[in-house]
């Protein structure tokens, strides 16, 4: 869908809503965005995906932030990644934010939420349209980040070292952006610090 890609080319209102936060991954050497993630809290309103659907009440209750416009750059360090998951992760700690919700279109991506944890937040296989993607079904997964660390222990989660005991000075918590403060790059909105 050429002409969804080029929507997504540029930032939307949605970046620069104070209860948005625009996280970028850039080489340290060249200073080229590698990665990118916007994360949306529920703290200062519906999350995006819920101007097209209700969310269940066990997650429609509690503190939530939508994972949308995930992408990193061909031939990236594979690390982009799971950098940019790992400061989701430390982001919604920090603001104490309990679930991310994503949507996933196809099949290999909603896999791999389900190695991170991921859980249907409907029926499974049940795929829900978007109107921020034109209409595009999406399967809806959730994660509480509240018990990822216990269930990755208990797993034993090939992740849980990376995430959980390798410490990344540019991925400190303590540096993690918190929703009251003022924003960073107004073309940006808030941004982490560049990640190797």
């Not at 499974?124 to 997964?141: E, N, S």
């Not at 390798?166 to 107004?186: F, I, K, R």
Request: net charge neutral; proline share 7%; charged share 20%.
């Amino acid at each position: 869908m050429p002409e969804l890609g080029q929507k997504l080319l540029e930032p939307d209102a949605l970046d620069h809503d104070p209860g948005t936060t625009v996280f970028i991954c850039r080489d340290k050497l060249t200073g080229l965005c590698t990665g990118t993630m916007r994360i949306q809290s529920s703290s200062y309103g519906p999350l995006l995906m819920e101007g097209s659907l209700r969310l269940p009440p066990w997650l429609d209750s509690v503190s939530r932030v939508e994972i949308t416009r995930l992408a990193v750059r061909v031939g990236a360090d594979p690390l982009t990644r799971l950098c940019l998951w790992k400061a989701s992760y430390l982001f919604c700690m920090a603001n104490q934010l309990q679930w991310m919700v994503v949507g996933a279109r196809n099949e290999a991506l909603i896999r791999n939420y389900r190695r991170l944890g991921f859980v249907d937040v409907f029926a499974p296989d049940q795929m829900m349209p978007l109107a921020h993607t034109g209409g595009l079904p999406h399967r809806i997964l959730a994660l509480d980040n509240n018990v990822l660390k216990r269930r990755w222990g208990e797993t034993r989660h090939p992740l849980y070292q990376f995430f959980f005991e390798t410490q990344h000075a540019d991925l400190e918590a303590s540096t993690m952006p918190v929703l009251h403060t003022v924003p960073g790059d107004a073309a940006e909105g808030r941004h982490l610090p560049a990640l190797a």
